[in-house]
């Protein structure tokens, strides 16, 4: 059993690292003048409904947990509108977390809006798919040995990735190197 978890698990993670290679090249046969480096904003939005669909298609064909005893229309409605409201709350909780954190509040904000809606894609998109908007369940797979499978698992790991590489990749923005205290003496000429 736990081979096939592993590789059900690894062909989840391979198609959502395929979906954002895809986010790069597909949309310049639709838009033009698309680049990623010029229209990153663009690029932002492409990738995190992307990622956000494999992760709800993958999940929904892998169903890597038990599914549950209900199943009727308005408990699945209600479910699904719990977790827009979770992913919603983490992409403005995200966003307030960047501005306490020297983000712009003004000048910037829908780059760091986007900054959130993507860390909530490789965050809170996983959890709701693998473990709904059930807090308790949240906290007992990122509390202390509360992990019960390889699913969870990896949900820890991506997670607590996701949050580091997002600090380390603002690490090096004050060295923008645009300053005149910046540079050094021997470019100034």
Same mark, same amino acid.
Request: net charge positive; hydrophobic share 50%; aromatic share 14%.
């Given at each position: ?12 993670? #391979?198609?959502? %690292?395929?979906?954002? %290679?895809?986010? %790069?090249?597909?949309?310049? =046969? ?12 663009? +690029? ?8 956000? *669909? ?25 479910? $699904? ?12 909780? $995200?966003?307030?977390? $960047? ?16 900054? *959130?809606?993507?860390?909530?894609? $490789?965050?809170?998109?996983?959890? #709701? ?5 059930? =807090?308790? *369940? +949240?906290?007992?797979? =990122? ?13 820890? %790991?991506?997670?607590?990735?996701? =949050?580091?590489?997002? +600090? ?12 005149? +205290? ?8």
């Amino acid at each position: 059993m736990k081979d096939t978890d592993i590789k059900r698990l690894l062909y989840v993670h #391979l198609l959502c %690292i395929f979906s954002i %290679i895809l986010s %790069i090249f597909i949309p310049s =046969f639709f838009l033009e003048n698309f680049s990623v480096l010029e229209t990153h904003l663009t +690029w932002l939005c492409i990738c995190s409904v992307s990622v956000t *669909a494999v992760n709800l298609v993958s999940y929904l064909v892998v169903k890597p947990n038990a599914s549950s005893k209900r199943s009727s229309l308005s408990y699945k409605v209600t479910r $699904f509108l719990k977790c827009c409201i979770y992913f919603l709350m983490s992409c403005f909780s $995200f966003h307030v977390i $960047f501005v306490l954190y020297g983000a712009p509040l003004t000048e910037l904000a829908l780059e760091t809006f986007l900054l *959130a809606v993507t860390l909530s894609t $490789f965050t809170t998109v996983p959890c #709701l798919c693998l473990l709904g908007p059930n =807090f308790k *369940a +949240w906290l007992r797979v =990122f509390s202390r040995n509360g992990v019960t499978s390889i699913w969870e698992n990896s949900l820890q %790991i991506t997670t607590v990735s996701s =949050f580091v590489g997002t +600090w380390l990749g603002a690490f090096p923005i004050p060295l923008d190197w645009g300053r005149p +205290w910046q540079m050094l003496c021997l470019l100034d000429e």
